[in-house]
């Protein structure tokens, strides 16, 4: 026995260098990254968190971006950045927010004259509300006052993402939802739609509303490649907060650096904000399983890629087609178009879509 446990204790001791070798050879080597400048490193003072949501209603919301917009030009100044045709902090560049019909990456708000019911868009991790406009205006045309959220640690600087948290993402969905309760339209029907991440949260909100008095419960929902399961190499994305509050490793809080060059979507990725929806995705997994729970669904009409890098197709019908009642619930699935030459040069096409 005592050679079995020396064995053990030896095995555990290697596999646990191996880890912590592997760790700081990762930790070192994200000191090569390009340089940090004032968007990935502030914090914003302003940004709303959920222990705010009780004060907060839809005009407040709306105040703290217009506050959040005023610290973001006092702590970035236009007139030092790099000369760039492509920077979104830049005032003189092509992608500046301000240069645009609409500043999109704030919440916003479209009516329909006749309504026939309110919906609710929730956008992606990274991206704004603007990625969920022309979804917005095809609802107002079918008749839907619309609200479009933008989620906390979103549209303003980068290293939001390095702040939010899932709480906040669900607080600021109940905020909207309540908000467009009051709506003309609310009594006949409200829609909640989600894409990607925002698919997740839309998922979320309907399991849980009827625990609360005042979350409305949606009576159709919409998803657009929903991040429904997230990989299980999540796990390990908060491990870099070990070392990375050191300044010497501050760059290893990121999972890419990249310019930020898209004025309605940051173009890099914090770990952070990956754990963040492992949480989220998980507690969701948790109430699907409970097949009460899963009844409270409403009908669910989903739009899935099945050659989607970014989120698993077959995990929506896995972990949330396969757990909801026979309620009318709808999956449509589509593919690369395969008389294209571009698919010789793709990776990991399916060869059996329906599969």
């Avoid at 006092?74 to 005032?91: H, N, Q, V």
């Avoid at 959220?149 to 709480?167: C, I, K, N, T």
Wanted: charged share 20%.
């Amino acid at each position: 026995m005592p050679a079995f446990i020396n064995i053990t204790v030896r095995s555990v001791l290697i596999v646990l260098s191996l880890v912590v070798t592997v760790y700081l050879v990762r930790a070192f080597d994200s000191r090569r990254m390009p340089d940090l400048g004032p968007e990935y490193r502030i914090e914003f003072e302003q940004e709303f968190s959920a222990s705010r949501e009780d004060a907060t209603d839809w005009p407040a919301y709306l105040a703290i971006e217009d506050a959040l917009a005023i610290e973001l030009e006092d702590k970035i100044d236009s007139a030092t950045r790099p000369d760039s045709l492509f920077d979104r902090y830049s005032e003189d560049s092509l992608t500046y927010p301000g240069k645009f019909d609409g500043n999109w990456n704030h919440s916003y708000e479209l009516s329909a004259t006749s309504p026939r019911g309110v919906a609710v868009l929730l956008h992606g991790l990274s991206d704004s509300p603007y990625s969920m406009l022309w979804t917005a205006q095809l609802l107002v045309g079918a008749g839907y006052n619309v609200v479009v959220p933008r989620m906390p640690g979103h549209g303003f600087a980068v290293s939001g993402l390095l702040q939010a948290r899932w709480e906040d993402w669900t607080a600021a969905v109940r905020i909207a939802v309540r908000h467009a309760m009051t709506k003309p339209g609310s009594a006949r029907s409200l829609l909640l739609v989600g894409y990607s991440n925002g698919g997740l949260i839309a998922v979320d909100y309907a399991l849980r509303c009827a625990d609360s008095d005042d979350a409305p419960c949606p009576d159709r929902m919409v998803l657009l490649s929903p991040a429904i399961a997230v990989s299980s190499a999540a796990l390990v994305a908060n491990w870099h907060a070990a070392v990375s509050w050191l300044p010497y490793f501050e760059k290893f809080k990121w999972l890419s650096v990249l310019p930020e060059i898209d004025p309605f979507k940051f173009t890099s990725f914090t770990k952070r904000a990956g754990w963040e929806i492992y949480k989220i995705a998980n507690r969701v997994d948790r109430m699907l399983r409970d097949p009460k729970r899963a009844a409270l669904l409403p009908p669910i009409l989903t739009f899935q890629s099945v050659v989607d890098n970014t989120v698993s197709s077959s995990a929506v019908i896995t972990s949330l087609y396969s757990r909801l009642p026979e309620n009318g619930s709808r999956l449509v699935v589509y593919d690369v178009n395969r008389n294209s030459s571009v698919v010789h040069i793709m990776r990991r096409i399916p060869s059996d879509p329906l599969a």
